[in-house]
């Protein structure tokens, strides 16, 4: 979906009047390969960042985001 030019134009401007302002941020992340066979493996893998912006209101910004990844693989 596209904005019209008049929308656009106010989006543009209500962000270039913002002053800016560093947040600390913390993060890991931790991955590991297992080659269990000749022609089989697995990927196992996390990974977290927390992000200290407590004067930020907005419903979109997140303080912690993580995940978490398993796989496995074989070659044939």
Known sequence: ????IS???KFR???STREGKSVAV???FSFAE???AKKLQSSL???MEMIENSDCSHP????KVS???INLRYYP
Do not use: V
């Open 13 to 15: 401007k209500s962000f």
């Open 1 to 4: 979906m596209r904005l019209p």
């Open 34 to 36: 297992i080659k269990w």
């Open 45 to 47: 893998g996390y990974s």
């Open 60 to 63: 979109m910004i997140l303080g």
């Open 26 to 28: 913390f993060g890991l």
């Open 67 to 69: 995940y978490a990844l």
């Open 7 to 9: 929308d656009w134009k």
